[in-house]
């Protein structure tokens, strides 16, 4: 079965790290396009993080310099560390798959997504 699921999350203190795993089975993984996204509560998704099957990342400016988004091709698994978090890092983060990087800018035409994992800045 196609499917991405996200661990990881947590409390975290402003200022602190945190390193959620992006896991995913069943498609061809080192082909694939990967984001990472987040929703706060009563926003929209947003982008943060991409990372192209070529190596290649992208960051959205609030995140650029504070997160960094890895892979591990063997484990099939997108990691986005997370440092110098604040209190706007308080989100659901979701990672997800598509076959282009249009596609996950537009959040279309994806291949999977997962449900998320809780990051709580407290302060």
């Known amino acids: 079965e196609l499917w991405l699921a996200e661990f990881g999350g947590g409390s975290v203190q402003a200022g602190g790290s945190l390193r959620p795993s992006c896991i995913s089975s069943g498609f061809h993984f080192d082909a694939s396009n990967m984001g990472w996204y987040r929703q706060a509560p009563g926003h929209e998704c947003v982008l943060d993080s991409i990372?192209?099957?070529?190596?290649?990342?992208y960051y959205a400016d609030s995140v650029k310099g504070r997160f960094t988004i890895t892979l591990d091709n063997a484990k099939t698994t997108v990691y986005l560390q997370m440092n110098t978090v604040n209190r706007q890092d308080n989100a659901v983060f979701f990672c997800?798959?598509?076959?282009?990087?249009?596609?996950?800018?537009?959040?279309?035409?994806?291949?999977?997504w997962g449900r998320g994992t809780q990051v709580s800045v407290s302060s």
């Open positions: 990372l192209r099957s070529d190596g290649v990342s």
């Open positions: 997800a798959a598509g076959p282009t990087v249009a596609a996950l800018k537009r959040f279309s035409e994806l291949n999977a």
